[in-house]
């Protein structure tokens, strides 16, 4: 049975809401930056403030145009509508946020199928791409994209390492395939591995960061890629209803998380580790990632007398949301409005609810 994944104050405290990064809400500073953001008409490239947050998003990502859009999924969507044609062929890991989150978008919009890889990590090399790249032929797909994510969701806030997307990037030229980044949670990488962001993003045909997650925002990504790319994406957003009027509003939020929330994702990732420790000595509770985590903690139940469905309930219950990712895996996300205090409670809850159920 799914579970509800309610959400109850309890009168102890507050709700500590660990489901996703996407939880986070804009904080009172933020909220002046927007009200006082300066505005204009987006649709004619006349609002200063989206102007501003698309050119420093380029800069960060070592790319030399970007493009404000209302979400990461239309993002991805925009990229592969610019990269493909219909028939064409997208390879990703099996469980990527495109392949089995997007509603199949890249099939429905841009009329491409998906070639997924399987890898428990979400990260894949180029020896493993370079066998299923398809000859030219007319009854067969013509393979156009690669698609990582930085980092990998349901591979546990994983980090591609900079090797692998230089070599991806080469197999890539060499056989005339567009690399993408997904990289709704490129920052976290960048601050967890000491590296800037441009450094994982330059060698990408296209790339993104997503505003809502741990920076905090309540609305918007940026794609950005090369001034031609970008400019066959604004077409695209104009075709599927993404162009906004005064979107300085929103704007005027990125630019502030970019200003004050990207190097204290190192606290996300601190209290993620905090976490997870507290709940290795649990008997029977498996907890990924081992190593390398950001700030995304899966735990397999499934050794446990508890289902996944039923133990979020009963947390829900006392006021702590986690996310059920199948009949005994959970998924815990850290971001800026979880403490250190919060992660300890939701920890000794899980254990005491786990090692009750096993007695």
Known sequence: MATSNRVTMTSASRTVDLRSDTATRPSPAMRRAMAEAEVGDEQRGEDPTTLALEARTAALLGQEKALFLPSGTMCNQIAFLVHCRPGDEIICAANAHVFGSEGAGAAALAGAQVRPIASASGIFGAAEVEPLLRAPRPRAPLSRVISIEQTTN???GRIWPQAAIAELAGLARSRGL??????????NAAVAAG????EFAHACDSVWIDLSKGLGCPFGAV???PADFIDEALAWKHRLGGAMRQSGIMAAAGLY???HNIERLAIDHANARRFA???RTVPGLLVTPVE???NIVFLDLSSTRSGAAQLADRLAAEGVAVNVEGPSILRIVTHLDVSQ???DRAAALIAEMITGASA
Not at 178 to 187: I, K, P, S, W
Not at 195 to 198: G, I, L, S, T
């Open 195 to 198: 590296v800037p962001a441009a």
């Open 178 to 187: 567009a690399l993408h980044m997904d990289g709704a949670r490129l920052f």
């Open 223 to 225: 794609l950005a890629g």
């Open 292 to 294: 390398d985590a950001t």
């Open 341 to 343: 205090t919060d992660v």
């Open 277 to 279: 420790e507290r709940l």
């Open 257 to 259: 998380a970019l200003d």
């Open 154 to 156: 349901r591979g546990g």
